[in-house]
């Protein structure tokens, strides 16, 4: 699933480019300041009116995905899932210029191998219970959304982005000198198609908003300020459909893509320890943390 096409040092580069040669400084894996706050990283606000809940990503400084975030995400979507009031989920975040950054670099750092296995196995889950999902769900993208982020924003049914030329989204592990999971590249061919995503994901590309929008990795551009009112009258239209048939047709969609990783699960898991464990993957995780502290000295 995973393994290194270039040489380890790779992984310290901060700041990549796209195709359109805009300098990106969007790591694939972000790095999640530390502190002793159980505050939550999540909050859900669920409007018994209209069926709708708001789900605000709210870890500062990027919304890292870690294993906590991931647990207590999954933990909030299950709890609407069940709520037979909940028919609509929309997801955005609290800060500013960021919708997530990607996977959390400190769960696969200096970690063991179980607590890799436990970590990747909490990415799954996230992104089976949001690709699956009964609910409709919409992504208000109010930031970039490189990576994981990426991943989650593709894994809702309808992606609304900010109109801003310095917000970036895609999946650009290559550029990192890491392959994509299979899963991963099957969600983002069932959201561009074949072409698109060989293209993007051979490259690792980060789009800009609006060459998002071209290739169809976002659904629609709004001014910042108007990104989640619009995703709220935007879920009116799709609560507009009958619930069973919405229901039905998206996992006619979808099923074959979900069984994949379910029938391959394990298998996903061992791989990706292998490879993070691996000695000169270790070592370039610790280079890419080093340069990450002397810039923020």
Known sequence: MLNTITSPSVLSQLSIHSRHGR???????????????????????????????????QSPPVNSLSLDFLTEFCINLEKLEMDRSCRGLIITSTLSKVFS???????????????????????????????GSNMATIAAINGSSPAGGCLMSIGCDYRIMADNP??????????????????????LVNTVGNRAAELSLELGLLYSA?????????????????????????????????????????????????????????ADITNFVSFITKDSIQRSLRMYLEMLKSRKA
């Open 210 to 266: 609006p060459d998002a929008l071209k290739i169809g990795l976002v659904d629609q551009l709004v001014p910042e300020d108007q990104v989640l009112s619009t995703a709220q009258d935007t879920m009116s239209k799709w609560l507009a459909v009958p619930d069973h048939a919405r229901q039905i047709t998206k996992s006619m969609m979808r099923k074959q893509t979900i069984d994949k990783l379910l029938s391959n699960r394990e």
């Open 166 to 187: 310095r917000y970036s989204i895609g999946l650009n592990e290559t550029q990192l000198g890491i392959v994509a999971p299979f899963w991963f590249k099957d969600t």
């Open 23 to 57: 300098e990106c400084v969007s790591p694939c894996f972000s790095l999640q300041q530390r502190n002793n706050s159980t505050s939550p990283k999540i909050k859900v606000d669920l409007d018994s009116s209209t069926g709708v809940a708001v789900l605000r990503m």
């Open 101 to 131: 950054a990607g996977l959390d670099i400190m769960e696969m750092y200096g970690k063991s191998p179980e607590r890799c296995g436990e970590f990747w196995k909490a990415v799954q889950e996230m992104w089976l219970k949001l690709y």
